[in-house]
């Protein structure tokens, strides 16, 4: 019988010869596909997730849900991985509810923000009125979220899905991102937590109006030149779908943020 041993990690990727490669093909290209097409991927208007990006430009392109992509392939495992884990919390925490005979847990709630942002709250818990984000990450990220705490992206998220919910008649205290590891054992995760403050989310509602402002007033798609007035920051450029290395016309896609040299 004949066996075949897959190769260590960076090992040339399909397609490659024969029926191991046409089959490597099939998964990826299928994997590929099913996420390009899940709902969150064909969201039009941005979500609370992306309101709180540090790069302007970006949140701009996205507030237009804006074509061409330049880096519209990039590889979405780890967000597939995300997904379903997001997917079994759910279904462990409804079976916590039926467990404890009442409706503690408030799941991938949907709340509605001003401007027409929308989006899915992770998880509610109502004995401790906290808001609960799932994060899963690797093990390296982990370690500097336990250092440093999450980014801005990810501390107006948290805010934002808490004003959502207050505005649905519940009473957060608190805002909760649970990093759970990718890699390893459930009990290495992390938790960020601090008291619930609608100014933060409020300031990335404001924030968004005035990139929607921008649109209506400067006109950048009529003016491809004016997209250089939105600033850029570090975002990890590299997963940006607008992302396009050298790039000198914003038009077709960002360079990348560039940092201010003083001359």
């Not at 957060?172 to 937590?193: C, K, M, N, Q, Y």
């Not at 939105?230 to 992302?243: E, G, I, K, V």
């Amino acid at each position: 019988m004949t066996t075949f041993t897959q190769p260590a990690a960076g090992w040339i990727k399909p397609p490659l010869e024969g029926p191991a490669g046409e089959l490597a093909t099939t998964v990826i290209e299928t994997v590929k596909h099913a996420a390009a097409h899940a709902p969150r991927s064909l969201q039009r208007t941005p979500g609370p997730s992306e309101l709180g990006t540090p790069c302007t430009r970006r949140l701009a392109y996205r507030a237009l849900d804006w074509d061409p992509k330049p880096n519209s392939d990039t590889d979405p495992w780890a967000a597939t991985i995300g997904t379903s884990v997001h997917a079994w919390m759910a279904d462990t925490f409804a079976a916590e509810n039926t467990r404890a005979g009442r409706d503690r847990y408030l799941i991938e709630q949907r709340v509605h923000l001003p401007g027409g942002i929308s989006g899915s709250a992770d998880l509610y818990d109502r004995g401790t009125a906290t808001v609960i984000d799932w994060k899963v990450t690797g093990l390296t990220r982990l370690k500097e979220y336990r250092r440093d705490g999450p980014g801005a992206q990810y501390h107006a998220q948290a805010h934002l899905y808490a004003l959502g919910l207050q505005l649905a008649g519940e009473h957060p205290e608190t805002v909760a991102i649970v990093f759970l590891p990718r890699g390893g054992r459930i009990d290495s995760l992390h938790v960020w937590a601090q008291p619930y403050d609608h100014t933060v989310a409020v300031a990335a509602l404001k924030r968004y109006q005035a990139v929607q402002d921008f649109h209506h007033t400067v006109d950048p798609e009529t003016h491809p030149d004016r997209w250089a007035l939105l600033p850029t920051a570090d975002a990890y450029c590299t997963y940006c779908p607008w992302f396009a290395p050298g790039s000198s016309d914003l038009s077709q896609g960002c360079p990348g943020h560039q940092p201010f040299k003083e001359k």
